[in-house]
């Protein structure tokens, strides 16, 4: 390697260092959160919307697609969409799962807001639990900050949205769980793809895809 080829993957191990730091401090800190939503979510009648902006969105889109694989009916809806007449789709049966890191995007807030006033349930997943965006929903999801570091600028949303995901990814699989989702379950809704190619081989479609320890 050069010189600078040493370089870059010095940094690029800096990178993954600050990121596997920021997911590591999850533990201990999100599991009641967790927890609790994830029982919001077995309760609720209606079905799961998810929203965000940005890169928020993004990974709202993410939870969603996790959530109907993993048996939680679940779409995604951006928020600008929403407030474009798209809440008319959210309905008091339904809980909405709102996404963003500083609490302080505004047609977030807004619409959070119009939600409430509908007596619709949003819960906020944020980093910043006294945010106006945090404020106006019906509860909140706290995450712990995220280094500077590890969010580029404290702008660039990376290790940030890893612990959204890494949130999200234990909230499927809390509800799975919770609901007794199975292997057979999963490849019913999924036939296509991999998943789908492993659904016709010969195994115990009935069984649980999480098993507690």
Request: hydrophobic residues 45%.
């Amino acid at each position: 390697m050069s010189r600078d080829d040493i370089d870059l993957a010095e940094l690029a191990g800096a990178v993954l260092s600050r990121e596997s730091a920021a997911l590591s401090a999850l533990v201990g800190s999100v599991e009641s959160s967790v927890v609790a939503v994830a029982r919001q979510m077995i309760d609720v009648s209606g079905k799961v919307v998810t929203t965000g902006s940005g890169t928020s969105g993004i990974m709202a889109e993410r939870l969603a697609h996790l959530l109907s694989v993993c048996g939680t009916p679940a779409v995604y809806l951006p928020s600008m969409d929403a407030l474009h007449g798209g809440m008319g789709a959210i309905t008091t049966s339904d809980l909405v799962i709102a996404i963003s890191k500083t609490g302080q995007s505004q047609e977030l807030t807004n619409l959070v807001e119009r939600l409430g006033r509908r007596g619709i349930h949003v819960v906020a997943l944020t980093e910043s639990p006294e945010s106006p965006f945090a404020v106006a929903a019906g509860s909140v999801a706290a995450l712990p900050p995220t280094p500077a570091d590890a969010d580029p600028g404290d702008m660039i949303a990376m290790a940030s949205t890893l612990a959204v995901g890494a949130w999200s990814d234990a909230v499927a699989v809390v509800t799975m769980s919770m609901r007794g989702h199975t292997v057979g379950d999963v490849i019913d809704s999924h036939p296509a793809g991999g998943v789908g190619v492993r659904g016709h081989r010969p195994g115990d479609e009935s069984a649980p895809v999480v098993r507690g320890a």
